[in-house]
């Protein structure tokens, strides 16, 4: 049975990120399974609760990513930029369409799923500041606290459709813009001579490419 229903979850958001959310009907996902589509409504009731197991999934998937990557990062800055790239290569899977018809035509899910991920996003980054705070990588005289909330605050202005219409504004360079603009704002002089050894190391592309070529 769990086999079953993560086989559901995995193709649907495969077919979800690819299509887009509207055009891909509960038929088109039986079919690609391969099963009825009685047995698929065995183990979700609709097209919606479908769309909320799938995004738990994926926030349960990328807290744990996030704890991997917390381990292997030497530093905070290390930690922030693997985090960049975990986030720009999600954002690559994503179809400009499934993001606007889940604001457009899921908005209660939407806000749910936003608010349970800003919570997530919150911890994650508070705890970087505080390690940055430690190792002295980040200002001193920092509220790990306020910053966090304000970058939570901004990354839902980077995912606001009226703000930066998604058919005129590329979300990955958005987000890379962002991320420069969020490491900037908190590291010491310490932290950006690190920023810049980090991104040496990942060879001569843009600011832009070095953050998504350390994969």
């Given amino acids: ?19 887009g959310i509207k055009s891909v009907t509960m038929d088109d996902i039986a079919r690609e399974l391969g099963i009825s589509k009685k047995t698929l409504y065995q183990y979700v009731a609709n097209k919606t609760e479908l769309i909320e197991q799938i995004f738990h999934q994926r926030i349960e998937r990328e807290k744990k990513q996030m704890a991997r990557i917390r381990d292997i990062s030497a530093d905070a800055v290390e930690e922030i930029l693997k985090i960049a ?7 690559r899977q994503l179809s400009p369409t499934t993001m606007y018809d889940l604001q ?24 970087n500041i ?17 910053i966090a909330k ?7 202005l980077v995912a606001d459709d009226e703000l930066f ?7 990955e360079e958005l987000f890379k813009q962002y991320i420069h603009y969020h490491i900037h704002g908190i590291a010491s002089p310490k ?15 843009t600011a832009g490419e070095q953050l998504t070529d350390r994969k």
């Fill in 1 to 19: 049975m769990e086999e079953v229903k993560e086989q559901i979850l995995d193709k649907s958001e495969e077919l979800f990120m690819r299509y």
């Fill in 85 to 91: 790239d975990y986030v720009i290569a999600e954002l």
């Fill in 104 to 127: 457009k035509y899921y908005r209660g899910t939407w806000c749910q799923m936003d608010a349970l991920h800003q919570s997530h996003v919150y911890q994650l980054i508070r705890d």
């Fill in 130 to 146: 505080e390690r940055g705070m430690k190792q002295g990588v980040y200002r001193h005289d920092l509220d790990p606290d306020i």
């Fill in 150 to 156: 304000l970058y939570v605050g901004k990354t839902s």
């Fill in 165 to 171: 219409p998604l058919r005129e504004y590329n979300i």
């Fill in 191 to 205: 932290g950006l001579r690190l920023l810049e050894q980090h991104l040496g190391e990942a060879g001569g592309a």
